[in-house]
């Protein structure tokens, strides 16, 4: 059974880099899912972050697509996730999750991270 | 990008209700639709994909229905497990919009 795990600093300075690891067990980063971030400020909505699939190739949400980038390591069977300039807004529990392409709905979801930007 | 809008944002209701929630794409999203419910400090959890397609496990009280830009959640006889917040998401052209949720609380 696939599980994902989020894990990565707590805290992060405003102007910093926000750096966050999916690892995957149970099962392979392979052909056929996308592999996604998705946040969730507190008390708010779930926001879609982007994702990459096993190629490599990326898809990102417009409003955040100057700041993220998405990428694979196959080797390790993990997928990180980089966001750069961060301020308070981007303090929230960012989640990693699998998107089957077949359904393209998010079917594993990893725990979830808390990540508060603060100086 | 396509943006999702859910109603109601905050639904109350009782124990053995029928409850529907609704989700409106800002242009056709052809059936792309998946439906998921939350829990406070939990992840959300997958309860429709394809629209109406039920997820593996999930109690058969749910099902959605909808094509195009409208597409619903009804959730029937509503248990005490059921009040949670619900969310829709989209998926099209390379993107991906969840809707802003729905609190189903006791009432």
């Known amino acids: 059974q696939v599980q994902l795990q989020e894990s990565g600093p707590g805290l992060v300075k405003p102007s910093g880099t926000l750096s966050l690891i999916c690892s995957v067990s149970?099962?392979?980063?392979?052909?056929?899912?996308?592999f996604n971030w998705v946040r969730q400020p507190p008390g708010k909505g779930l926001e879609w972050i982007g994702e990459?699939?096993?190629?490599?190739?990326?898809n990102y949400n417009t409003s955040l697509k100057s700041r993220v980038t998405i990428s694979v390591d196959r080797s390790k069977n993990q997928f990180s996730l980089k966001l750069t300039a961060v301020t308070a807004a981007d303090t929230a529990i960012y989640f990693c999750?699998?998107?089957?392409?077949?359904?393209?709905?998010?079917?594993?979801w990893g725990l979830g991270t808390s990540v508060t930007v603060s100086s | 990008d396509i943006q999702m809008t859910q109603s109601p944002s905050t639904l109350s209701a009782s124990v053995g209700d029928r409850v529907t929630i609704t989700c409106r794409a800002s242009q056709s999203i052809s059936g792309w639709l998946a439906w998921y419910q939350q829990k406070p400090g939990k992840a959300p959890k997958l309860l429709i994909y394809k629209a109406s397609s039920l997820e593996r496990g999930v109690s058969s009280r749910f099902s959605g229905s909808g094509s195009g830009t409208e597409y619903t959640l009804t959730i029937t006889s509503l248990q005490p497990d059921d009040f949670a917040t619900y969310y829709c998401?989209?998926?099209?052209?390379?993107?991906?919009?969840f809707g802003q949720g729905t609190k189903v609380e006791i009432q």
């Open positions: 999750a699998r998107a089957v392409s077949w359904i393209d709905a998010f079917d594993i």
């Open positions: 990459i699939d096993y190629s490599g190739s990326t």
């Open positions: 998401q989209q998926y099209n052209s390379y993107s991906r919009t």
């Open positions: 149970g099962g392979s980063i392979s052909s056929g899912n996308w």
